[in-house]
Each structure stands twice: as C-alpha cells, then as structure tokens.
C-alpha cells in the first residue's frame, strides 16, 4: 500500500521555468489538497479538491494551477517560477467520513 | 478566508512537565484536527474531534472542540523527549467550503532532558 506519493523529492528550478509536481493516491480518496510550507512556518494551503473534477482555492493559490482529472491523481503546475515559490509542498489526501489526511512525503523545490 | 490561530508559537519544557497549547477561528468547523510533524515529514494525525463539546484522549495526549465550534486544545501530560516536532491543529470546514481543510501556524515543542 503506497499511500501518497509525490514526485520529485527534490527539484532546482531557475526563474521563469516551469513543472509539475507530481501527486498520486491509491486509496481511493475523494478529497486531495496541496500545501506549501515555508521554513519554521506552518501549512499554507494552495488548492484543493473534493472530487474528480472539482477543484477549489485554498488560501495562497497564486502562481499556481490543478487540475483533478481522476480520483487518484492531483498534480500542481508552476508556470513561471519565482524565487517567492521556494518552499516545501506537501500533498495529502482522505476519504469521506474519515478526516484523517494522509500526507506524501514532500517535494522541496528552490528557485533561483 | 478561515483563519487559524494556534498559541503558543513556541514551548521549551522539562521532560516530565505537561503541555497545553489551543486554536482558535473566527470561523465554525466542522471537525477539529491535531497533527504532529518531525523534522524532513509529512504531518501525522494525533487526534480527530468531531462533535462540539467533545474530549477525546490517545495516551498521553487529550484534545478538545470546543462548543461554539470555534477552538480546540491539545494537552500533553508527562512530556518525554520524543514529544518533540512541531504541532498543527487542523480544521475542517462545511457549508460553502465543505472539504478545505485549513492548518494553524504550528507550535514548536522543545523538551530538555
């Protein structure tokens, strides 16, 4: 049972790049959400999703783009990096009726 | 938007002592969360609260929603070194934001031998 998995663990971008950070589920679960955390800061949520295809802003969507186009997939695109978008992202994921989110184990990605 | 706000932002404690540490929103949850974090991880749940009013414990650790929906403690008794990580309460929300889940700025526990 892999749970949340995210892709890349690691990842330089230079300024103006663009990527997609990798997210998949293989619990089944409708609800997927993407955070980003900045050093010594809490969770900033950027999008998430309820349902395949549905998605919805979180509190700093900014600069970044979802689409949910299958329950088990919810990837994040970056268009134009920019320095400011330097963090660590989590990915998580839960079902129904159950709110325990089940995290990946992040992607940290710099952008000079 | 929901905001959350967690106190105390940080804590440096003796082994043995207890722990308290609480959320607060402007908003009603649906459900109030408290997770942990280790340096380089993911968040893991430590409690879930579902009814308003409701005390839930999980060992050593006690949380709480509180009745106007709006906050939630998290009590930690007879701390120990591997207590330490950072703290999150979580909330989930209904109505028109039914699934977002909305995390406090953390707490960061530090506990001396």
């Known amino acids: 049972n892999a749970g949340v998995t995210q892709t890349p663990k690691f990842r330089i971008l230079k300024i103006g790049q663009s990527m997609t950070l990798q997210c998949t589920q293989d619990m089944n679960h409708n609800y997927m959400y993407w955070y980003r955390q900045d050093p010594g800061m809490g969770l900033k949520l950027i999008y998430y999703?309820?349902?395949?295809?549905?998605?919805d802003k979180g509190e700093v969507p900014n600069g970044y783009n979802v689409s949910r186009s299958t329950t088990e997939d919810f990837p994040l695109r970056l268009e134009l990096a920019a320095p400011s978008q330097t963090s660590v992202y989590f990915c998580?994921?839960?079902?129904?009726?159950?709110?325990?989110?089940?995290f990946g184990q992040g992607t940290r990605l710099t952008v000079v | 938007g929901q905001q959350l706000n967690q106190s105390p932002q940080s804590m440096f404690i003796q082994e043995g002592e207890d722990v308290s540490m609480n959320c607060t929103s402007s908003?009603?949850?649906?459900?109030w969360l408290w997770y942990k974090q280790d340096p380089g991880e993911g968040p893991v749940l430590l409690i879930a609260?579902?009814?308003?009013?409701e005390l839930t414990s999980n060992g050593r650790l006690t949380a709480q929603f509180g009745i106007t929906r709006k906050d939630s403690f998290l009590n930690i008794s007879a701390s120990i070194p591997s207590d330490v990580g950072i703290y999150f309460c979580?909330?989930?929300?209904?109505?028109?934001?039914?699934?977002?889940?909305?995390f406090g700025q953390g707490t960061i526990l530090t506990v001396h031998p």
């Open positions: 908003s009603i949850f649906n459900t």
């Open positions: 999703s309820v349902g395949a295809g549905i998605t």
């Open positions: 998580a994921s839960h079902t129904r009726g159950q709110s325990e989110a089940f």
């Open positions: 609260l579902y009814k308003a009013g």
């Open positions: 979580a909330g989930l929300a209904g109505g028109t934001s039914y699934g977002k889940l909305t």
